[in-house]
C-alpha cells in the first residue's frame, strides 16, 4: 500500500487498530478503554505521547493533533496525539479519525445499555411496589370481604361466582366453597330501592323453600354457560 | 513427543495451531473464562495430551461434570497424571515471589515430564492474579512472558495465558498484549499485531527491569 508523501501504509499498524477496537469493547469501563488506548497509540509512526482530554480541542497545535471522540450529540472529549513526524503519521490520520469515531460509537452503545439497564431495574421496582401495594390491598380487600357481615359475592366476566363471604354462604344456606363456580342469574336492572339504608338495584334469583321447618335459599342457576347481559325471559 | 510441527487443538476455536502456541486472552467475563478453560482442557485431554491449569476458580465438581459430558472421567485423567490442577498463587507467587527463573524452569521441567511420560503434547492454561503487579518480582511480569515465548520455541508446552480486563488496567493489558504473539478476540485466534519479538522485547523494552 502506498500514501501519500511516498510513506508506505503499514497493514500491520491499521490491524493493530482494528485489534484495538476488537479489545476496547471487552474493557470494562472508559478508564480502561482510554489507557489501552493512549497507550497503544504511541506505537503508531510518528506518534510520540497521546492523552485523552475531557475537552475539544482545535484539530492542530503546533506538533499536537487532537481527535475528537463524538458520536451523535454524545461527546466524550478527543485523543490529542503529540506527533513527532508529522510525514510519517499523515498516512494513518484518516484511519485514527475513524477509529476515535469508533470509540465513541462504542462508548455511546454502552451509555445507552447502562441508561436501558438502570431504565430496567427502575421499571422491575416500579412493578415490584406495585405488585405489593395491589397484594396489600387485595389482602385488606379480603380481610373486609370475609369479616362483613353483609353478604357479598363476587361473579367473573362469565357470571360464575369467584368468591363469596361467610355472611352470603349463610344467607343462601351453602359453604362458601359450595358457591364456587355457579353461574346464577342476576338481575342488574329493577328499579332503585333502599335495602335496610342501601340502595339496591338488582337482586340474585333464589328460590325459597322450607326444609325440616327450616328456610333456606336455592340460589337459580344455569345448566349451560350463558352469555352476560342476556335477559331473563 | 512429536515435534513442534504437529497441530493441536485449542478447544475454544476451530482452527488448529502448532504445539508450543503462546496465547493471551483478555476476559472480561466470568463465563466466558471458565469456557474457554474448560474447553482448551477437554481438548488436550481428547488428544492425549498432558494438560495442566493453574487457576485459583476452577471448581473441580463442575468441571467433572464438563468434562464427564464429553465421556472423559475425572478422576481417571488425575490418577493417570494427564490432568493438574493447581492454584495460580501456589505456582506463580511461591512464597509470596514472583520469580520469572523459577517459573520458566516449571515449564521446562512439565514439558520434559511430559515427554518422558509419552504424552504427544503438552500445554499449560494459567489465570495470573491482578496481585502480581504489587507482590515482589511483579515488574517482571512481560519479561516472563517473552522469556516464555522463547521457552516455546524450544520446548513446546502450548501455553494460554487469561487476563481479567477487570483486573489489570487498560495501558498494563496493553502491554501484556505486546509480549504474547497470539491473542483471543471474542473466541477467535489471531496473530498479534501488536507482539514484539520476545528477543527485541528483551533487548530493548525492559531495560531495567530484565535480569
Known amino acids: ?233 | 513427543m512429536t515435534d513442534s510441527s504437529s497441530t493441536i487443538s485449542l478447544g475454544f476455536t476451530e482452527n488448529r495451531f502448532p504445539a508450543g502456541v503462546h496465547v493471551c486472552q483478555i476476559i472480561s467475563q466470568e463465563e466466558e473464562r471458565q469456557e474457554s478453560l474448560f474447553k482448551f482442557l477437554l481438548a488436550g485431554l481428547q488428544e492425549g495430551e498432558s494438560t495442566c491449569c493453574f487457576s485459583e476458580n476452577v471448581d473441580e465438581a463442575v468441571l467433572k461434570e464438563f468434562l464427564g459430558n464429553y465421556g472423559v472421567s475425572f478422576n481417571d485423567v488425575i490418577d493417570s497424571g494427564a490432568l493438574t490442577l493447581s492454584g495460580t498463587r501456589e505456582v506463580y507467587f511461591h512464597q509470596h515471589i514472583f520469580s520469572p527463573e523459577r517459573m520458566l524452569a516449571l515449564l521446562q521441567e512439565y514439558h520434559l515430564k511430559s515427554e518422558a511420560l509419552g504424552f504427544p503434547n503438552a500445554r499449560v492454561i494459567g489465570e495470573m492474579l491482578p496481585e502480581v503487579q504489587s507482590i515482589e518480582g511483579g515488574n517482571r511480569l512481560l519479561e516472563y512472558e517473552a522469556r516464555v515465548s522463547l521457552l516455546l520455541k524450544k520446548y513446546p508446552v502450548t501455553a494460554v495465558c487469561q487476563y481479567d480486563a477487570r483486573q489489570f488496567d487498560g495501558s498494563t493489558i496493553m502491554d501484556i498484549l505486546k509480549v504474547h504473539p497470539w491473542m483471543v478476540v471474542r473466541g477467535s485466534v489471531v496473530h498479534n499485531p501488536f507482539h514484539i519479538p520476545p528477543e527485541e522485547f528483551l533487548a530493548t523494552k525492559c531495560e531495567g527491569t530484565c535480569q
Request: hydrophobic letters at 40%.
Open chain 1, 1 to 233: 500500500m502506498k500514501a501519500n508523501k511516498g510513506h508506505e501504509l503499514r497493514a500491520d499498524v491499521l490491524g493493530q487498530l482494528l485489534l484495538m477496537q476488537s479489545i476496547i469493547c471487552n474493557l470494562p469501563d472508559e478508564k480502561s478503554i482510554f489507557s489501552f488506548t493512549c497507550r497503544g497509540l504511541i506505537d503508531l509512526p510518528g506518534i510520540q505521547t497521546a492523552v485523552h482530554v475531557r475537552e475539544q480541542k482545535p484539530e492542530r497545535d503546533g506538533s499536537r493533533l487532537s481527535f475528537p471522540l463524538c458520536s451523535g450529540d454524545t461527546d466524550f472529549g478527543s485523543l490529542v496525539l503529540t506527533v513527532d513526524d508529522y510525514d510519517l503519521f499523515a498516512p494513518y490520520k484518516d484511519y485514527v479519525n475513524n477509529f476515535c469515531f469508533m470509540i465513541a460509537v462504542i462508548l455511546e452503545e454502552r451509555c445507552k445499555s447502562q441508561k436501558n439497564k438502570e431504565l430496567c431495574v427502575q421499571l422491575e421496582k416500579r412493578v415490584e411496589d406495585r405488585s405489593t401495594s395491589l397484594r396489600e390491598s387485595r389482602e385488606q380487600f379480603h380481610a373486609v370481604f370475609k369479616s362483613t357481615s353483609d353478604a357479598l359475592i363476587i361473579a367473573d366476566e362469565s357470571g360464575s361466582l369467584v368468591e363469596a363471604n361467610e355472611a352470603a354462604a349463610s344467607m343462601f344456606g351453602y359453604t362458601p366453597e359450595e358457591l364456587l363456580g355457579l353461574q346464577v342469574i342476576i338481575v342488574a336492572n329493577l328499579k332503585p330501592a333502599k335495602l335496610m339504608g342501601v340502595t339496591s338495584q338488582g337482586m340474585v334469583l333464589a328460590a325459597k323453600e322450607v326444609v325440616d321447618g327450616r328456610e333456606r335459599m336455592v340460589l337459580t342457576t344455569v345448566r349451560n354457560s350463558v352469555a352476560v347481559g342476556t335477559k331473563v325471559a
